[in-house]
């Protein structure tokens, strides 16, 4: 008789079907019954412990009919929540192409079946724990297809189904997870290379009642936390129709009732019209609620060691005193202002703006022995005091990268790019600087703690390929 597959040794087994997918080896179990014996206790649960749902009707359904009994469904550990935007409409004219697109409503029927998933982890799962969750957004064209966020967008404004597509997945996934009380060890909000200009507003994060003991039991398990966020929006582009009945509903089901003091003033909130007048523009740019959600994160997680900030600017069609009126630096100032900061093994800091005196206050606090800080503005100060700082011997750094760290003043107005007097890589250059470059990295106590002095470079016209590369990757980036 002919050796068969049902033959082969486990480790022989095991290498094959890691090259197959998931069909392939659901197809090769029915094949075979000692194949889906020996696939069981080899790899077969691999395909379970990282799971990817569009918050959609039909997936939400198998999520949560595929958890509903346990078993191998509820061993996912990396769990992958994307909203979704969908291309509605597409008109051709004789200049443009005009894409007008619509976030997917997330209903109480949908945010019922998430609740019922995330209840079956928390019944089935390890120790009702998820040890990732990220957040993401997927733009699906009107032939099926997946595209990149990006896409979405035209010019420098946000999208406003993109927003509300940020929104709401955010909220409907906090809520879920807080009448679940499904924990999370890794959170990543919106974080990644291929989710430029979709990020949440700053504000959204203070819609939450971070008291509440669902919200207490959520964060309190944290350890690593990678979030973007964005300005507050005023303004979306002129073409895109309103969207209203797409809006978030936050209605909490019958199985869901923890969660109804967290989210009893969201759907509201929700539902609200942007300011539209200057006056009212004008108080919700000084509204200090803008900034004090990102402290009420990081306060609510004891337990952080990683953190990773990412922040995008708006280019709004505001008047200057409006947009100075804006103060983005108080977004870190009121997490300095914590009166429990955790103590982080690494910390990464991208596109924030920031006082000299409130980030090395941050520094001296939470002790991160590897740090990123990049594409960020300081307001104040030189940057010496926290460079002396990083390379001395107490802050305990083991690991630094500085890139890109731009200057201006208090009222936002560009002063230049601090240059560091050493000779390295210049990304902005693409090439080696013999004089001095806009990049410090360092590895290993002994590199770290070099002395080292830095200047601030006045700005001036250039026009190297590589400089409008690099201003070009700043825009859709950061938005700076």
Known sequence: MPAGLETCPPEVLESIIALLDLEAVCNLRLGCRSVAVSSAQIS???????KHVDLTSRDLLAFSRVTRHGGVSCQVQHL??????????????????LTTSACDSHTSDKLALLDEAFDNLTKYGKDGTLSSLSLRVAFIRSNGQRDVPLRLN?????????????????RAAIQALASSELRVERLNVFNGPDLQMCSL??????VIDWGDPGIVNLFAALTSLSISLCDRNFTFREDEHEQDSNHLNLTPSSSSTTARGAYDRIEDESRQRFPRSNTAILAACRDEDNFAGLANLVGACPRLRHLELHYSHVAWSLEDSMTKSFRRERLFEQVVRLGRLPHLESC?????????EDLLEFLRRTRPTELSVEYSHLCTGTFQPVLDYCTSSSAGISKLYLNAIHKTNIEGE????????EKGESIKYDCIMDDGTELLNRQGSKSVQKPITCYIQPPFTEGEPSVVTWIRFQRLEYGL
Request: net charge positive; glycine share 8%.
């Open 80 to 97: 992958h929540l994307a909203g979704v935007v969908r291309e509605v409409e597409r008109t051709e004219g004789s200049s443009e192409m």
């Open 154 to 170: 035209r010019g420098w404004l946000p999208h406003k189904s993109m927003w509300q597509c940020t929104v709401d997945t955010f």
């Open 201 to 206: 507003a700053c504000d959204q994060l203070n």
């Open 348 to 356: 990464a800091i991208r596109g924030l703006t920031m006082r000299e």
């Open 414 to 421: 560009y002063q230049g790019l601090t240059v560091f007097n």
């Open 44 to 50: 077969w649960r691999r395909f379970f412990s990282s």
